[in-house]
């Protein structure tokens, strides 16, 4: 297993276009995440997956924002409509149920970087 | 609020010495983790240490330690030996149930090292 996986790694759009990326997990993992980091800033928790549910939704996430995880194996996150301030960094991690072990057994992708211009 | 404080936007060290890389946290939960990740130019978030709030002892992993002082609420993270390759982006975060479970992580701002030669 190479690890987690996400595609694009950049994003060039026009305001108003729609964007989609791609998370592929580690295969064992049944838990996904997605996390925001904008420019000097840490990562922003946006939402998470168990399996195929999505379990929890930030505030920052809005109505423009959808995330799916078809069949709990790769996730999808869609901008509609996108803004000047969607421009960022979109992290995916992965990780087992009850990992609180060393690290929590987070993994990290390396992000889709977006500019919306 | 649960939150991870890093008062250092930037730290420059010469190659081989050690440094310390300043975090601290609020929460009243009794039970939390702690992180730090490393964060090079290639944008993956890189797992380094954790260190759990029950943990009798200070973590420590390679080159990386954590200086746990709980009743000050820090988890400075020390790199001894720098190297080159050190030069990143460093991140704390927490985990804990009231910054929304264990579910997701709570992250600092960062603190950019650049390793002198």
């Known amino acids: 297993d190479t690890g987690v996986s996400q595609n694009p790694r950049h994003k060039i759009t026009k305001r108003g276009q729609n964007v989609t990326f791609r998370c592929d997990p580690i295969?064992?993992?049944?838990?996904l995440y997605w996390y925001r980091q904008t420019l000097g800033q840490g990562p922003e928790f946006l939402t998470y997956?168990?399996?195929?549910?999505?379990?929890?939704k930030s505030r920052l996430l809005s109505d423009r924002f959808s995330a799916e995880r078809p069949k709990g194996s790769f996730s999808t996150l869609e901008i509609q409509r996108t803004e000047q301030g969607d421009s960022a960094m979109y992290l995916c991690?992965?990780?087992?149920?009850?990992?609180?072990?060393?690290?929590?057994?987070?993994?990290f992708g390396s992000g889709t970087r977006l500019t919306v211009v | 609020a649960q939150k991870i404080t890093q008062t250092q936007p930037g730290m420059f060290v010469q190659e081989k010495e050690a440094v310390t890389l300043d975090c601290t946290y609020d929460?009243?939960?009794?039970?939390?983790?702690l992180f730090w990740y490393k964060q090079p130019s290639s944008g993956e978030m890189i797992f380094l240490i954790y260190?759990?709030?029950?943990?009798?002892q200070n973590a420590t992993e390679g080159r990386y330690s954590l200086n746990f002082q709980k009743a000050r609420k820090s988890a400075n993270l020390v790199i001894s030996a720098s190297q080159l390759g050190d030069s990143a982006m460093y991140f704390c975060?927490?985990?804990?149930?009231?910054?929304?479970?264990?579910?997701?992580?709570?992250f600092g701002a960062g603190t950019r090292l650049a390793v002198h030669p």
């Open positions: 991690a992965s990780s087992l149920a009850g990992g609180s072990g060393i690290g929590g057994g987070y993994t």
């Open positions: 260190q759990g709030s029950y943990d009798q």
């Open positions: 295969s064992e993992h049944n838990r």
């Open positions: 929460t009243s939960d009794p039970s939390y983790g």
């Open positions: 997956f168990q399996n195929e549910a999505q379990l929890e």
């Open positions: 975060a927490m985990r804990a149930p009231r910054a929304g479970g264990y579910n997701k992580l709570i």
